[in-house]
Every structure is written in structure tokens, then in C-alpha cells.
């Protein structure tokens, strides 16, 4: 029609009126359907009120008149629930069930521009995910390459599909050789090969997956980016450019006085007066239309000192009483007295339940609405650019206190200085907490979120005292007072075979510090010194040059030791007799082979009792003159694999056991009291052979001499298998019971919309499960050497079993931690699908089959709520979960891909087939999502850093930054040293100097692997420098940034111009599909039983007066909501006086300048309550 009016009308006035009169016709019939639903809507209510009314009002239930839900069948009752619960549910136009297959996310936009975000970002994040794999290839090509897992004895036995999932991992990257003989060294270990036979290095290859890495998280930022500023508002634009709603209109104010002092009757139209001045002074005309008022609506927030959830809770009781009241006739017409008498009793008791909460909200029932104080107010104008030039007038003083105090006076009410910001829509008002006092609502959001922290760190110490029974294995040194040293021709073989080798020294000294840097006299602490050819008394005979002079030179004129196999056939053991049993932790050795400076040969140690050996020059033998085998009376430790007598060897026990363990060693272990959880020797044995037959672990299934011994062995690993499998299930169960929690908590904060309870929700529920789920399992295996004298070591907290990332941390901690994170993605999934399968109806079944009345029926048929805070949450856990761990774990990211398309389909499934009609989501909850987005790729920084730095896993060579990382740092020790002697120390030795070692990992956060992880790192860490210091200086900078963010948006068309919607409030208001378009509570139907009981007077329909009723009115004083709230009211009143004091003090310091070129003009505009007041306008 407007085209054919255009092209062929001539008068394009005409056409105009033709146009305006056809609108103006169809606003008139819309209005006139939707008054005509409303005058239904109203009947219906009133005929339900007035059945309450009789339900409350008549003393017994047969006295009422016969209702509509007492005619009707059950069944018929049922159909209608039914009926009401699919016209509830998300269907079409026609009620049917939408289709899965062909409902896009633009689609189900329509609940709110949160459920269309939240769903185009699960498809968006799992392409992301997906891409980001195809980057990981390279590294996973390199794992699955190399044989660490195959080589290494700790890894070797392992479970067979924990070392399968460890294979894509760095654990497996590189080649050691058969037994790791090719990595005895940390130089080996340094400058391993990539593949067997190949000639390139591990540490030629670690910087371009380095560089990987940071292409991934640059990509991942990227995204984040793109989403947060273009997708997500041209989602916004795009729903607001289909739809209008109240928010569009509307602002909410804040700062008002609570109590004028004159006309405080006239509060609203003062306001609405205020508001109409001040959109004159930003240049809008005024409006002659007395239909159509440039402020259409002011809705005020009025104080009812928090009785409106009892207002709520009357409205519930009138409900309850009604459905006793039926069911009490029912049940007498059943014959059925005793039910009868019991509902009869239940319609009491919920009567005098309405009277006792009438009692308490006494005062405030019998105040009118005019006469009660202020708390804030929603004002509603004609059009959005209205709303737009109030905001933009507002905007740099409402940003802090510090920028309202030189607000204008013209922005100010009452010489009150305002804060006006964008509301949101009225369908997300909580009016019950509306009122509700600012400092108490602080006070329960600190207190919630103090209990929910205390809950969290409690959840925490149970699983890691549960699972940190397995700590660490203690590879310390142990006192022995018997020292025997051997060289081996191989490093850490088994047995020894074919003739003992000559081994000849110029020095062996032994030391008790872990540098090798004490030096003690030998005549302190040594007896004597043998082999079987040959005693010495150390205090007595130091001709010998073996043990400490510092003469570490081996040249052919000095004297040195010569073992007896270098001329005979037997064994080439030296044996040192200290006076008392001490631990040796380091030693130094020179060997006379070779020239000066030649490596010495590995050396085997053993630490034995002295009294179980007698030497003399046939051999070694025991107490009773057998042959006296090390191997049941000494402990073996780790060989020494000595490069120098300037290299030290630290003194320690293997953690893996590789060494066998004889039978009667073991038994001699167990008759002398020792306990397989401290001693290596019973721990071993059982572990061995545990290996040989895995029936060993079953406890009481051999009656063999070694399954005795492993009894308790087998006992308590089989109990550390059900803690470790329990220990997912019970991540699951206290994930799903936190969300109850949080959620029960997040209630008791009294937000005062939806919107603010969704944002804290979103990361109060992420935080606890992320928590349990990535970081609780870290915690279990880290072990910081704390003491079990302390507080966290009592609890077994850090005394886990690895203290750096080792091999065996991803075939086991990093190996249960993804299996974690895979089941909280199946969890997350699946219990929402199975909760609309079996849960609900079982629940719907067990609560409607007593219910009578029509309108309980309904709200028991109503699907539960759809909670996209809930979905959120989870799904951000998912995200953080994968980020952190992708560096380690490549093929996380094709996890979380997976969980985005099963989190799609099954959301998508709950949402449309077994949920309530969301109330419209906004964007607020996906918004916290992306804004916390990047702290994940910080962790993954963190993570990286520390991963791509190990060069036990990832060897690199040093890079530019190495300088700037120990001027930073500044270790106690040198890199070197620390690395040489505390890494590769025992238990003990480690313990004591964790901190440096901590030190030296940091710094090798600057070699070539990890160099671009680092900057990108310093670059984040810059970033939320700069936000920090924008929001403490925002006052200063104003809106500038905001603002030309905006500007930017609108222009490239991202979002919507206010000035481009020609659709008014009263046009918006006519049409009927249309949502609520009003602010005030009446209008909310939310909140229809509050509005009943505040207008509900039992008196009028014949009840007994309160001075008749035998209800005892408790006897109440000042309560400590009253107090807080009378502080609070004090507390405006004082700011309000200190900020025109502080304005007025910067007033006198301002310098006033006229600009040239404008004046004046001064109109008289008359107020409501009858009185002129000069305004002046800036004309330009």
C-alpha cells in the first residue's frame, strides 16, 4: 500500500494522513482486543479472590458455595493442567511442540537474546576447538613418536590405557633408550632424540611447538574478542530491531530522597515533572498530546520494609486454604470423616499462619501507598531516543560518587543528585527486594559468599586428605652405620655377571650435606675402612689418599686405592665403618682410569647394618659364617652416575622400585617392624611381585610365604583403588550438590533482578565446580614439603607424591584429571535429558495426587525452569577446563568439541521438550561468560610455562630473556648447582631446598620453548594492569572510552541507533503480541498474590476483627532490620549533605567562562502542584 501510494499519489500529504489514519484505526482495534483480554483476565481474578475470600471467611469448608473445581471430573482437571502446562512450555502458535532438527538459535531467540547467545556459542567454540586441533597435530605427531614411557622404569609397568592416554601427551616426547640408559644424565636427558635412530634433537624441536601454542591462544583471544564486541551486539541489535520491549523506554534512577519534605504525596508527578525539564534542556520538544507524554510512566520503588515476600507467602496461604477447603468437602461427600477432619484442621492452622503474618506486617498493611518512603523509581518515555539523550545527559555523573558531585543543578531532584542508569526488563524485577537495604544486602552477599568459599576449601581438604594417602614416596637417605661402594660396569643392572671389574681411586669421599660442601675429618665420624683384602683404622692410618684432603687429581706419582678384583678374582667392594649410623647424602669420586678428568664408572651404594657382616680375607660373611648377601641385609640405593669428582651425586632410594627385592630381605624387614607404608624395602617386594602375579593383590587369595608378607599390602592398595574411583564419582556428587547449594544461596543475597542474580550465579556455580573439577586433582598430587607439624601438612595438604611434572604425573594425576573433566562433561550433559525423562513426571505424579483445585494443578503441570545461569556455568567450566590443560593434553580440544555438540542437541532437547518458557534471558549471563574468558588462557599461560620450562619433559636452550628472568628472581644458589644437586636429590635433600629449585624452574621460563608463552603471558598480565588502573582512575578519564566504543559500534552498524526506531511506547502498548510494557508491581503477574493480599480485607467479608481473634500478637521492639534501616536513612541524608558541601567548596573554585555566540532564554514552566518556576534553556 505505501508503494502504491508513493508512485501514484501526487499529494504525498495525503498519502501521509491516508497512512496515519489506517495506523491509528489498527492501534484502536488492537487496543480494543487487548482491553477486552484484560476485562477476562480481571473477571477471572475476581472470581478467584472472591472463592478465596470464602475459603478464608466461612468457619466451616461445607458452608461454601459449590465451585467449578468441585464440579469438574479429575480427569478433565488433569486435561486442562495439561493443556495449561504445554501453553507454558516452549511451543509454536498452535501449541505444538517445536522441532529439534530446523530450530536454529536466531530461532530460539525469541526466549530472550541469552538463549540465542548461549547456543550460537556452543556451536561457535566447538569449531574453535576443532581448529585449534588441527594446530596440535604437529606436537601429537612428535609424542606418539617417542619412547619415554617404554624406556622409563617408573612408566614401564603402568596400566596399560593410562600409558595409552599419556602417549599424546609431552610425557612420551623423545627416546632414552632401553632401561633410559641413554638419559642417566641430565645432560643425556637435555639432548635426547626425537625418534629412535633420528639425529634430530628434542630441544630442535620444542620451540616451534612453542610457537604453536601461542598461535593457539592468540586465536583463542581472538575469539573472545570477536565475540564480545561484534557478536554479541549484533545479536542485541538484532533482537531489538525485531522486538519491542519495556526496557527500550525505560531508565532507572537512583539517589532520590526517601521523604519530601512538602507534597510527599505528590512524589510521582514531581518526578515525572523533573524528567520533562530536563529532556527541554537536552533540546526535545515538548508534547502537546496529553495521550501520548514525552514521560510516559513513573514507577516508584516504594518502602514496605521487606513485606512483600509476606505479602507473597499470604497470597500462597489464601491458595493452600482454598485447595483444604475443597478437599474437605470432597471428602466428606466421599465419606471419608477422618481426611476431612484433618484438612478441616489444616484450613485452621493455615488461617492462623495469615493472621500471624498479618500481625506482622500491621504498620505497614495500613499505610497507603502515597504516604510511604522512596527507595528509587523507573521512569518510561515515549520514545527510545528520549531514553537515549536522559541516559547520555546523565551518563558522566552517574558513574561514581565522585563524578555526581559536580553534576549539574538542572539534572538534579530536590537538589538530590541523581543516578540514572539503563534498567532492564520488568519481567526480571524481584520486587521482594526491591526495598531491601543496600548495607544488608552487602552483608549477605559477603556472608554467602563466605560460607560458599568455607564449603568449597572443606571439599577440597576431604578429597585431598582421601586421596592423599598415597603421598609421596620418601627417597631419602637412610642412617647406616655400614657404607658399600662397587663400581658396575652398567649402570643400574639387576645382578651383577661375569668378573667384578677393577676399580681404582684416587678419592671417595663421602659427605652429609646435599652440595657436598661440609667437610668433615674422617676421624669423627669413621671406624675404619676394609675390603677383603685389606683393613684400615681411619683415625689411626691416614696414610691413605682415599678420603677428604680436596686432592681430587689423579696423577700416576700419587698414591690411590686398588681393589682386590684388579688382581684376583673377587669382588671389587669397599666397605666404610662409621662410629654411629648416619645418612650419607652426597658423595665425590675421582677415578685413577684413563687420563686426568675421565668420567668415573657408575658406582652401585649400599647402606647396611654392621653387626650382620664379618669380613676377612675369604670374603663376606653374616653372624653364622654363610655367605653374606647384600641383598637381604643392605639397601640398595641409586647408583651414582658420576661425570667428575666437580660433578657431586646426591645419595638416594629409586621411586619405582627397580632394584628386586628378595624374600628373605623382605622378611627380614617385616620381623624387624617395619611397615610397608615407610618402608621401600616391604613396599617394593609387594610391588614386584604384584607384577610377577596380579592375583597377589587380591588379599587372602595366595597362601604363599609372599602374599603373607603382602597382606596389608594388598588391602590397602585395593582400598586406595576405591578411593581413587570413588574420588570421581564424589567430584560429581559434590559438583551437583554445590549447585543446589549456591543456588539455595544465591536466593538468601536478595538481588534485586534476574540479571544480577544470573551474573552472580554464573560465577559463584563455575568457581565451585571448577574448582573440584581442575584444580582439586593438582592439589592432590603436588607435594610442597609441607611438615605434618602445621596445620595444612596435618591434613595431608602438599604432601602429595610429585612436586614438578614428571612422566609418571600424566600417566597418573594428569591421567585422572582428564578422566575428571570427560565425566563432568557427561554429568552436565546427560542429568538434564534423564531429570525431564524420569525425575520430574515421578515428581509431578507424587505431588498432584491429592490436589483438587484447578489453579495448584496448573502450577504443579508447569516444566521446571529452564536455568541458562546453570548452563553457563557448567559449560565455562568446560571451557577453562580445556584451556588449561590443552598445552598438556592436545586432545582435549577434541573433548570439548564434543561436549559442545552434546550440550547443543541435549539443551536444545530439555529446552523444547521438557522446560517452562524462559523469561526472557538477556545477554548478561553469556557477557560474565566471554568477560571471564581470558583468565583461562592466563591459566593456560601459567600452565605452559611451567610445562614448556621442564627440561626433564621439554628441553630447550636458553633464550633472550634469560638475563631479565634472574635479575627478577635473583637465586640464592646458581642454576647450575641447583639443578645439579637438589633436582636430582632425594626426598630430604629436595625438601629442604624446594624453594630454590622453585626459583630455577621460574627461570626456565625464558628458554626458547617457552619464550613466546612468556610473552604473551607478560602481555595479559600488562592488560589487567591497565584495567585496574582505569577503574581506579575512571572519575578522571570520564567516558571517553565508552563512548568512542560506541561510536565505533554504531558506525560500523554493529549496534543499533536509538535514532532510527520510529516506534513509540502507546503504538507499542496497542498491539497485542506485545509483552509487559509497564514497571509498576499491579501490572507484573509475578507478583498477582501480593497484589491480592495487600488488597484482600477479611473484615469486609464478614471475619472476626483482629481484637476478636485468639492469635497472641508477639511483642515486638526495635528489631535490627529497623535500626539498619533508620542508619541507612541517616546515612543519605549525611551524604547528601556532605556532597553539596564538597560541590559547593569546588564551586568557589571554578572560573566561569561565557561563551560567545549563545543565551538564554528564560520560560516559566508551571510544576503539578500548581506553582511557576523559571527554567532556562540553552539556545545555540
Known sequence: VEVVVEEFDPQAKAGTKVKSEVSASMSVGGADRKAQQKDQNKAQRAKLKKQLREAFTKEEAEDMEQTEDEKKARHEKLGIAKKFMMETACTTS???????????????????????????????????????????????????????LNDYPETMNQNFFYKGMALFTPANLGTCGSGAMDCLSQHQRETRKVFPGSDTLVSDVTPALGILDLVQMIIALGFIIWFRLYKIPAAVRIQDEANVTASDFAIRVG??????????????????????????ECGQSEND??????????????????????????????????????????????????????????????KKQFYKLDETIKEQTDLKDSEREVCGAFVMF??????????????????????????????????????????????????????????????RKFCTLTVSFCIVVFCIFILTWLRSSSGAVDTSSRPFDLWIFEEAGQARSLSGSGPAPCMELCQLDVFFDDRCEVVRSPMDYMSYIFDTDYIWNASTDTSEHLLQDNNAECHPSDPFYQSPSCTQNQSARLAYVFKEPSPVLCVKVANRKGPSGQKPAPMRIYGCPANTLVSNSSGFFDQQGKSWDRETYCLRFDDAILEGYDSPQPVKLRSDCLFPITLEAAQRAKNSGESFLTSPRLSCFCVQQANEDPMTRVPGYRKTPEAEICKDWAWYQGTQMGIRAGGVIAVMVINNVLLLIFAYFDSLGRYQTATDLASSQVFNLFFATLVNTAIVYNLIGMNVYTSSNTFFGSLRFGQGPFDDLTPLWFVTIGNMLVITIVCQIGCSVALPVLWIWTVDPLLRRFFTKDVHSQELLNEYHVFPEWTLSLRVAETLVVVFCVFMYSSGYPFLYLCGAVYCLLAYWGDKYTLLRGSRRPPGYTKSAIESAVIMM???????????????????????????LKGFAESIINMAYNYSEIMGVVAQGGFDVRGNNYGSYLQARMVDCA?????????????????????????????????RVPEAMDWTLKALKITRDARAEKTTLAEAKAQEDKGLLSYRMDMNPNYEEATMALNFNPEDMGASPPSERQVVKATTGMSLHKLEEQFERNAAVKLHEAENYVASALDRFRVFGKSSGSSKTKEEVKTPTGETTPTSRQVV
Open 94 to 148: 498452535d501449541g505444538k511442540p517445536k522441532k529439534l532438527v530446523g530450530t536454529g538459535p536466531k530461532d530460539l531467540g525469541e526466549y530472550g537474546v541469552g538463549v540465542q547467545l548461549y547456543f550460537e556459542f556452543l556451536s561457535d567454540m566447538g569449531w574453535l576447538w576443532v581448529f585449534l586441533f588441527l594446530f596440535t597435530i604437529p606436537m601429537m605427531y612428535y609424542t606418539l613418536g617417542g619412547t619415554i
Open 1007 to 1039: 628458554r626458547t620453548a617457552a619464550e613466546p608463552i612468556l610473552w604473551l603471558f607478560f602481555a595479559q598480565l600488562l592488560f589487567y594492569a591497565l584495567m585496574i588502573l582505569h577503574s581506579i582512575f575512571r572519575p578522571c578519564l570520564g567516558n
Open 255 to 280: 539517589g532520590l530522597p526517601r521523604k519530601l519534605k512538602q507534597n510527599h504525596e505528590n512524589y510521582e508527578p514531581m518526578l515525572k515533572h523533573h524528567f520533562e525539564k530536563v529532556l527541554l
Open 382 to 443: 515515549q520514545t527510545e531516543q528520549m531514553k537515549d539523550l536522559v541516559l547520555s545527559a546523565y551518563k558522566p555523573f552517574s558513574n561514581s560518587w565522585t563524578s555526581r558531585l559536580v553534576q549539574p543543578k538542572h539534572l538534579r531532584f530536590q537538589d538530590w543528585r541523581l543516578s540514572v542508569t539503563q534498567t532492564c526488563e520488568p519481567e526480571e524485577l524481584y520486587w521482594e527486594n526491591m526495598d531491601y537495604s543496600w548495607l544488608l544486602h552487602k552483608c
Open 289 to 350: 498530546d496529553p495521550e501520548r507524554p514525552n514521560v510516559a510512566e513513573v514507577a516508584l520503588i516504594r518502602e514496605y520494609d521487606g513485606c512483600i515476600s509476606t505479602f507473597l507467602q499470604q497470597g500462597n496461604l489464601l491458595e493452600e486454604m482454598y485447595e483444604a477447603s475443597i478437599g474437605a468437602r470432597l471428602a466428606k461427600s466421599d465419606g471419608k470423616a477422618e481426611k476431612q477432619q484433618k484438612l478441616e484442621k489444616k484450613r485452621e492452622k493455615l
Open 934 to 960: 581470558p583468565v583461562a588462557i592466563l591459566l593456560h599461560s601459567v600452565f605452559a610455562l611451567w610445562l614448556f620450562g621442564n627440561q626433564e619433559l621439554m628441553p630447550s636452550a636458553w633464550g633472550g
